[in-house]
């Protein structure tokens, strides 16, 4: 079954806010959790990841955390732009075997952002 | 620098039919990757290549999918007897060596089965 899930499939937020996507995850052998931004008619786009024994990583206007204990993990952007509006997508890479090039992705939340 | 680039952008086709679908990699890269996505889904994992060879085909849900990678670069998802449920998205992704969390992906062949 697939271990990648999220909390809410939709997310509406005003130009200027900040954005919280969440996702939970069942397997805890996962060597790595990455986020993608989907866009419509293109491919996912690589935002940020973060190692399993982290429990935060940031990047430009991203923020990822990562709570093991309740298997959670958060992407946080801040001051949501209009171009933000996208899918977005948690994945995970588990080195089974040096199968780490393997990711396994969640259903996705559709971020809506309003000017 | 060019993306990944995919051809077609949309394919139509019968039930029955035998369809190829074609990846261009970003150049230098050596793994590649094909993943599947329907509607409202992520993308699933199909198979992936290091170089010419075919390293994981393990997401191939059965027999009539194929693909190949003959000199390391372009690469062609192939579909034999197209059935109504083949119809997704095809998204092929590449990146270099070893960097498996950042895949490079293309903007995928939109795959109609009627």
């Known amino acids: 079954g697939e271990s990648v899930g999220l909390h809410l499939p939709t997310l509406s937020v005003q130009e200027g806010d900040n954005s919280i996507i969440n996702c939970a995850y069942s397997?805890?052998?996962?060597?790595?959790f990455i986020w993608y931004k989907q866009e419509s008619g293109k491919g996912p786009q690589f935002i940020i990841d973060i190692r399993s024994n982290m429990d935060k990583r940031q990047g430009q206007r991203v923020t990822v955390l990562l709570n093991k204990t309740v298997k959670h993990l958060s992407l946080q952007i801040a001051a949501t732009q209009p171009g933000d509006s996208a899918v977005y997508f948690c994945a995970e890479n588990i080195d089974s075997g040096g199968s780490n090039y393997k990711l396994t992705f969640g259903k996705g939340t559709l971020l809506t952002v309003n000017p | 620098g060019a993306g990944v680039s995919q051809t077609p952008s949309n394919k139509v086709t019968e039930k029955g039919k035998y369809v190829e679908l074609r990846c261009d990699p970003i150049s230098g890269h050596t793994a590649l990757y094909w993943y599947r996505q329907s509607l409202g889904q992520g993308p699933e994992f199909l198979i992936y290549f290091q170089g010419t060879g075919a390293a994981d085909d393990s997401g191939l849900p059965n027999d009539r999918f194929f693909a190949v990678r003959p000199e390391g670069s372009v690469s062609t998802l192939k579909i034999q007897r197209t059935e109504r449920g083949d119809s997704a998205v095809y998204l092929c992704?590449?990146?270099?060596?070893?960097?498996?969390?950042?895949?490079?992906f293309g903007p995928g062949t939109r795959l109609t089965v009627l």
């Open positions: 397997n805890s052998a996962s060597d790595y």
């Open positions: 992704a590449s990146s270099p060596y070893s960097s498996y969390n950042e895949q490079f």
